[in-house]
């Protein structure tokens, strides 16, 4: 018996040994040989990283629904990168900082001053703590506020299972200090651990690996070993539950949403897998999907190991699972290779929605992805007729502006089209060979244009002469420097569309609504359909539609937004009462804030945009009763 459990007991250790030694949960060492990066400076950020530099967060926080506050403290370990630096500098945001402590040892912790500058309406407000010379410890306690810009908390009634109380975080760009005191840069990257206490029935989850057996009922512990931004980490609470959809994956809902959930995301793992075959392993261990509330005021946030994902994408026909496809596309651009600064997001976004197309590509072919891509140029064509030409630039200047403005189509789909001009000159294979050695090279770094731009000219242009004619840097600088779009744009091409377009002409030349060919259409078909048509529609126009496909009632909430969009423009009353729920019940800014701008441009609407939003407002996070605010009131 004694045997039996001694070898049980190797055996057990052999197995946990493994498990932390394989590739995926390990951080990976750095590339072989390190690039030297540009230095930028970070104009959304109070920090002095190159002074004393944060490298890892330690979190104990109580989630007190009660007072809709986070309380307790961090702990952050630092590095000194000038040996006579004397304070450490961090970011915050409508904290209450009550105390704080250094240490030489890790272990005993002494008072030191701090001091909390003035507050600035975009940044917040800088923390200066004193550091003596031995430190290696700072231990904040704080605790948020009510209204911190990156917590939204929910009341149960918000909720699928309308019992429990529910809160989320969503850091970027630079919310992560009002709920963390830390340099908020994603130029400084850290790992982080957590103990999250919570109410009984609660469950918390973050963007780390959760260490299980909790020991106390209520108390959850997180581990996050890889150097991650901090715009990344994040943090839930509620009725959440878990189901396994795969190896290294699964999904965390409310129970009510759990069997829509699963079924929609259950190609998760053929996605992980098809990116690992253009772009090498994934690095982070498992990938989980949160699917919040309706409030979530995003499509999606790619934070690590754990996505969170707005239940809108839940369409029934996995017509809206590119979002996944995205968000799985920053494990590599965005949380593998990081943006230096903010006016560097392109390198996120512009990179993620050119990966999200070649895995749509891969795992539900090229149709699919080729519908996606003329939307996505579409949506960009159209903006940049409205848009100021210093918005039209992806290197683009944000210093004095909030950079959450800076997230617009352009970053996302002028990027893209940038990698897709590189793929086609290049050639795929050689172009994906290349994608593959640049998240390698920069691998758990964060980089600026600058050093895309190095990397691309050493590693792909300078020995091929053809090649370097073609993509000079005059080239370059027009797509990257320089508004508009440049001749050499890419096309993408729809067949599928060629019959939407068919059946709009056909439609609109009087054929009735119901006789028209519309059979098996995904979202992305009647997305384009409605696109096709005049910005004014008759009554009886509208009524044909409705009634033959439903469109008010539309559980689809892409379809149902273009059709409450096109309601508004044409007065088509039978709408308002849905177009009242929906926007009492959704909270993603994508589809509410075009709603709300259609609404104000007549008196009479501007005068049902303002009911409605006093209905909606408390129901909203926090960033989107700003920004819903601005358009309603403004
Ligand atoms: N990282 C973004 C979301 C984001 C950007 C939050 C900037 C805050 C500031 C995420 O990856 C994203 O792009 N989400 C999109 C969906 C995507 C399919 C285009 C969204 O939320 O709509
Ligand atoms: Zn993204």
């Not at 001694?6 to 060492?29: D, G, H, R, W, Y």
């Not at 943090?235 to 190896?247: R, T």
């Not at 992305?524 to 009524?543: C, G, I, N, V």
């Amino acid at each position: 018996m004694k045997k039996l459990l001694a070898v049980f007991l190797i055996l057990s250790s052999v197995l946990v040994m493994s498990c932390q030694n394989s590739s995926t949960e390990k951080p990976n060492p750095p590339a072989a040989q390190a690039i030297q990066l540009v230095e930028v400076r970070d104009v959304h950020s109070f920090a002095n990283p190159a002074q004393v530099r944060v490298k890892h967060v330690d979190l104990n926080l109580d989630v007190l629904f009660d007072r809709k506050v986070l309380k307790g403290s961090a702990t952050l370990t630092i590095e000194r990168k000038q040996a006579d630096a004397n304070e450490l500098k961090l970011d915050t945001r409508d904290l209450k900082v009550s105390k704080a402590e250094t240490s030489s040892d890790g272990n005993n912790f002494a008072a030191t001053k701090f001091a909390l500058g003035q507050a600035d309406k975009i940044l917040g407000t800088p923390l200066t703590v004193e550091l003596p010379a031995q430190a290696t410890k700072v231990r904040i306690e704080y605790e948020t506020s009510p209204t911190a810009s990156g917590v939204q908390w929910l009341q149960p009634a918000q909720t699928a299972g309308k019992q429990y109380p529910y809160v989320f975080t969503q850091s970027q760009s630079i919310h992560a200090r009002s709920w963390i005191p830390l340099q908020d840069s994603p130029g400084v990257r850290v790992t982080y651990s957590a103990t999250i206490r919570t109410p009984s029935g609660i469950r918390a989850v973050m963007s780390a690996e959760e260490i299980d057996g909790a020991p106390k009922l209520g108390e959850f512990s997180f581990n996050m070993r890889q150097p991650i931004p901090s715009y990344l980490i994040a943090l839930a609470a509620g009725d959440i539950a878990f189901k396994s959809l795969g190896k290294r994956t699964g999904v965390y809902t409310e129970p009510a949403m759990m069997d829509k959930a699963a079924k929609e995301l259950e190609d998760t793992e053929k996605m992980i897998e098809a990116t690992e075959t253009l772009y090498g392993p994934y690095r982070w261990g498992r990938y989980d999907i949160l699917v919040l509330p309706p409030s979530f005021p995003y499509g999606g946030m790619e934070n690590p190991r754990l996505t969170f994902a707005t239940p809108t994408i839940l369409a029934g026909d996995k017509s809206l699972v590119s979002l996944i496809a995205h968000e799985l596309a920053h494990s590599w651009s965005g949380n593998l290779v990081t943006n230096a600064t903010w006016r560097d997001f392109w390198l996120n976004e512009g990179f993620t929605t050119y990966l999200e197309r070649r895995i749509v590509e891969a795992v539900y072919g090229r149709d699919t992805e080729e519908m996606q891509a003329v939307l996505g140029r579409q949506t960009l064509e159209a903006l940049l007729t409205k848009f100021d030409p210093r918005d039209q630039i992806l290197h683009v200047d944000l210093d004095g502006r909030d950079p959450d403005d800076g997230s617009t189509e352009v970053p996302y789909e002028k990027g893209a089209l940038l990698l897709r001009y590189l793929e086609e000159t290049v050639g795929r294979d050689k172009f994906d060979q290349f994608l593959k050695g640049y998240f390698d090279s920069f691998a758990f770094q964060s980089i600026a244009t600058a050093d895309f731009r190095a990397y691309l000219q050493k590693n792909l242009l300078d020995a091929n002469p053809q090649l370097s004619a073609k993509i000079s840097s005059d080239v370059l600088d027009e797509w990257i420097e320089k508004p508009g779009l440049p001749a050499s744009t890419p096309k993408p091409q729809s067949n599928a569309f060629t019959n939407v377009e068919a059946q709009a002409k056909a439609w609109l030349a009087g054929k009735p609504a119901a006789s028209l060919d519309t059979k098996a259409w995904t979202t992305q078909e009647w997305l384009h359909f409605f696109q096709r048509l005049p910005a004014k529609l008759s009554e009886p126009q509208m009524k044909d539609l409705d009634q033959a496909f439903g469109l008010t009632n539309s559980g689809n909430a892409e379809i149902a937004h273009v059709w409450l969009l096109i309601s508004i423009r044409n007065n088509y009353a039978t709408a308002y009462p849905r177009l009242e729920e929906y926007l009492t019940t959704i909270g993603r800014q994508k589809l509410i804030k075009p709603l709300y701008e259609e609404l104000v441009k007549t008196p009479a609407g501007k005068q049902r945009a303002k009911a409605i939003f006093a209905k909606a407002r408390a129901g909203y996070h926090p960033i989107a009763q700003t920004s819903v605010g601005k358009i309603v009131n403004g």
